[in-house]
């Protein structure tokens, strides 16, 4: 066990997890989201038409292109990972692979394990539901449009689901954990909080709070289990990776927080199937790592403690 108890192994005082999260928030929303006011200010002046940078949809009416918009909402969470990254190490002497779980490696393999399993998912569940329910769904795929869109979301949103995940389930969960002592706590907390910051997505405004912040909690919850059971974010950090990343290529509907010239348009959104379509996922992925990596949930009710062990190494072997 490394990952939560790295708290005890740096400052752990609350009025540097409050600059951390202050300078990530500043980096993100104020000085990742320059360019974009600068390409919607000068887009514009140059058509005469006043549009509220929010939603993004009114971005679309000044003649952003989806591409275009995506690659520069993208620099907002690139810049807060950054921050985040450097703020850690200014204020815990902590690194980035300590952050993710506690040691000095990081194991790539389990990044490339959870994108796989978790896409798999992703695609067996759009395939099924694009044969029950094909009228649901219009295909808009465009080469020209997609090879950019391709290599935008490939480079630039595994960074910034990174970087939620740098920040809630590493970063806050160690510091729960290191606060409470409590494993529980360093699950449930992390992930309510996750969860809230997403409370002004579009989809929220459209089906409704309740509707909606069940899913994005969950998310912190299954994400967040999986990385204490795991004894680090490795396996999270792909899952939430290739669940952003998927959506981007292949699903988009009228509501989505983020607008792409995905493969598909779906044309209507059932929030309490897309519920538990999320648990079911979340219990097959979680059965399947705890089979092949032969977690112990015993772990859960162990209280994070400073061990003689937590600065060695992991080794990754297995894929």
């Known amino acids: ?36 006011m600068c390409v919607a200010m000068a887009k514009s002046l140059s058509s005469g038409v006043v549009s509220d940078p929010n939603p993004i949809v009114n971005l679309m009416e000044l003649g952003i292109s989806k591409n275009l918009l ?28 300590e952050t993710v779980n506690g040691t000095k490696k990081l194991r790539i393999r389990r990044m490339i394990s959870g994108a796989v399993v978790w896409g798999i998912l992703m695609a067996a569940y759009l395939l099924i539901d694009n044969l029950i329910n094909p009228d649901n769904y219009i295909l808009q795929f465009d080469l020209s449009k997609f090879i950019p869109l391709f290599l935008i979301s490939l480079v630039f949103i595994p960074l910034q689901t990174t970087s939620e995940e740098l920040l809630f389930r590493g970063y806050l969960a160690q510091g729960i954990a290191g606060w409470t002592k409590n494993r529980w706590l360093a699950l449930f907390i992390p992930a309510l909080v996750f969860g809230l910051t997403h409370a002004f997505n579009p989809e929220v405004g459209t089906f409704g709070f309740w509707q909606t912040m ?6 912190g919850l299954i994400f967040g289990l999986i990385a204490i059971l795991d004894d680090g974010i490795e396996l999270a950090i792909g899952m939430h990776a290739v669940n952003n990343v998927f959506l981007s290529l292949f699903t988009t509907n009228a509501a989505s927080a983020l607008q792409t010239d995905a493969v598909f348009e779906q044309i209507n959104i059932h929030p309490g199937k897309e519920t538990v379509v999320l648990v079911l996922s979340g219990i097959i992925t979680i059965a399947y790592f705890a089979w092949k990596y032969k977690w112990n949930f015993k772990i859960l009710n162990i209280k994070p403690k400073v061990q003689e062990t937590v600065r060695a190494e992991y080794s990754d072997n297995s894929f």
């Open 70 to 97: 995506l690659f520069l909402i993208m620099l907002a969470p690139l810049t807060s990972l950054i921050a985040t990254i450097l703020l850690i190490k200014l204020l815990h002497k902590s690194s980035f692979s």
């Open 214 to 219: 069940p899913q994005y909690i969950l998310f």
């Open 1 to 36: 066990m490394k990952f939560l108890e790295h708290a005890f192994n740096q400052p752990n005082q609350f009025w540097r997890y409050l600059l951390v999260f202050v300078g990530a928030f500043l980096g993100g929303q104020i000085i990742g989201s320059i360019p974009l």
